[in-house]
């Protein structure tokens, strides 16, 4: 009498591709449902010097 052998698991390319198709599925859904990113309404990413006032931080305020 033998003992029965456990189910085989995926391999792991399969895995990392399942992965992978989940990430990219779940950033395509969120871009057809906003739209994307408008890049004249993101501030800058260094501000230094630019003038600009900081704001949203609690560190702001005040």
């Known amino acids: 009498m033998s003992a029965a ?3 085989r698991l995926p391999a792991r390319r399969t895995v990392g591709a399942l992965a992978l198709g989940l990430v990219l599925g779940l950033v395509l859904l969120d871009l057809a449902r906003t739209g994307g990113l408008d890049p004249l309404a993101l501030p800058p990413p260094v501000a230094l010097g ?3 006032a900081p704001s949203g931080a ?3 305020q005040g």
């Open 5 to 7: 052998l456990p189910p």
């Open 50 to 52: 630019s003038g600009l």
């Open 58 to 60: 609690h560190c702001t």
